[in-house]
Every structure is written in structure tokens, then in C-alpha cells.
């Protein structure tokens, strides 16, 4: 167990279905993630928030849609998906050390991940 | 457009041989430098971290960092069936603060008994 929980583990959904995916936090970070990882691809960075403040992949269609409502919390919600949309969905949060805030890395701790199936 | 390279594999060594993985990235200015280890079916988990030329160990880890050449390594000492897993290489580019990480493909190492 990272700290970091994902809901649900696997989601199967219709095109026409609405669905969220939930994340939440135990650690204190000040900042959650949402990356989509599709086989054999590098991991694709969708959304950030940190400190209620959202910062978006532009590339990322409208049918994703993130929720934040605060710094434990992190949803995806999921409208009118695609079957190319079918990934593992990582939430990731963040948080600074003493030697990182030095050079300005970062430290993510990932959930279990959602495994999508869009059929 | 900013990337990092590794190669998919599968890297396969025999148990007790050091597996050597790598990764090229491609913004000169890049500033930080990890490793994350990803077992089938869950999340990935750091394991290295390096911001400076040279070398840095940690127990059977050893990341190396050159930055002239634009690569990083991961050396797996006394390679483990247990080590068998795909390896992500992750990097902060120039200016790039906690939102820019970008991630390669992996690398899946198979360490065989």
C-alpha cells in the first residue's frame, strides 16, 4: 500500500456510459496526478493539480474531465469514452524532500492504477 | 518535442549477473533523474534518483549520470528473479518543475534462475 488508493481497480464501460475514477491521498502531498498508460507507450501525463490549481495536457480529449475538490482528493470523470481510451489509469501525488527541494525533482508515489476496458 | 529513449527489451540476464539498463533523453538542460521499477499489473515505485554526474549506489542499485552524453543508467547488481519487472526511466527537463516529468516506455528485464 503506497498511501495513494485508486477507485475502482477495473471499470468496464459502454461508449455511451459516465463513469469517475477516484483518487485519495494519505500522505500530506501538495499536488495529484492523473497519467494514462496505454501498452508499450511511456507514461502520458493528463492532468496535475497542486494546491487546487489545475495545470492540463492540451492533447487530452474533453471526455476526461479531472476534479479536485481538495489537496486528497482527485477525480476523473469519464464521459462518451472511445475504445482507444481503454489504458491503466495511474493517480500519482506529490511531495517535496529536503534534498529535492534543492534541485527541484520530483518524488511520485502512484496508485494501483484503474484498469479501463471501453468497449 | 522532448522525449527519453529506452529500449523495450526484454533484457534477459541469468540470476547473479548484472543487468544493465539505459535511457537517452533528449533536452540538454534536463535537471533530474529517475528510475522507477513497474512489477505486471501494479503501479510504478521509485527506485534511484540521481542529479549530478557520476555514480550513486544503493545496495544492489547503482544509477550512473552523464549529462555531456544525455544518459542514465541503471546497473542491477546480483540480478534476482524478483528483480524481473519493467524499469521506467523519468526526467525533469529545463524549467520543467513537478508538472513536466516526462516518462520512457520502460524497459522489461527478465532475470532467469
Known amino acids: 500500500e503506497t498511501g495513494v488508493t485508486q477507485t475502482p481497480r477495473h471499470l468496464v464501460m459502454g461508449m455511451t456510459n459516465k463513469k469517475s475514477l477516484k483518487c485519495e491521498q494519505h500522505?500530506?502531498?501538495?499536488?495529484m496526478y492523473w497519467y494514462k498508460q496505454s501498452a508499450k507507450k511511456p507514461l502520458e501525463l493528463m492532468f496535475v493539480y497542486s494546491l487546487e490549481e489545475r495545470v492540463e495536457n492540451n492533447s487530452v480529449p474533453s471526455r476526461f474531465s479531472p476534479e479536485c475538490p481538495n489537496s486528497s482528493h482527485l477525480f476523473l470523470h469519464l464521459h462518451t469514452l472511445q475504445p482507444e481510451d481503454s489504458a491503466l489509469y495511474l493517480c500519482?501525488?506529490?511531495?517535496?524532500?529536503?534534498?529535492?527541494?534543492?534541485?527541484?525533482?520530483?518524488?511520485?508515489?502512484f496508485g494501483a492504477g484503474s484498469r479501463l476496458t471501453v468497449l | 518535442q522532448k522525449e527519453v529513449e529506452q529500449n523495450s527489451g526484454p533484457l534477459s540476464v541469468p540470476e547473479g549477473a548484472i543487468a544493465s539498463l539505459n535511457c537517452t533523453y533528449s533536452d540538454r538542460g534536463s535537471q533530474s533523474f529517475f528510475w522507477y521499477r513497474q512489477y505486471s499489473g501494479k503501479s510504478p515505485e521509485l527506485i534511484m534518483s540521481i542529479y549530478s554526474n557520476g555514480d550513486k549506489e544503493d545496495g544492489r542499485f547503482t544509477a550512473q549520470l552523464n549529462k555531456a552524453s544525455q544518459y542514465v543508467s541503471l546497473l542491477i547488481r546480483d540480478s534476482q528473479p524478483s528483480d524481473s519487472a519493467t524499469y521506467l526511466c523519468?526526467?525533469?527537463?529545463f524549467g520543467g518543475g513537478y508538472n513536466k516529468l516526462i516518462f520512457g516506455a520502460g524497459t522489461r528485464l527478465a532475470v532467469h534462475p
Open positions: 500522505l500530506g502531498h501538495n499536488a
Open positions: 500519482a501525488s506529490y511531495r517535496t524532500s529536503g534534498e529535492n527541494k534543492r534541485s527541484g525533482a520530483n518524488v511520485l508515489t
Open positions: 523519468a526526467v525533469t527537463p
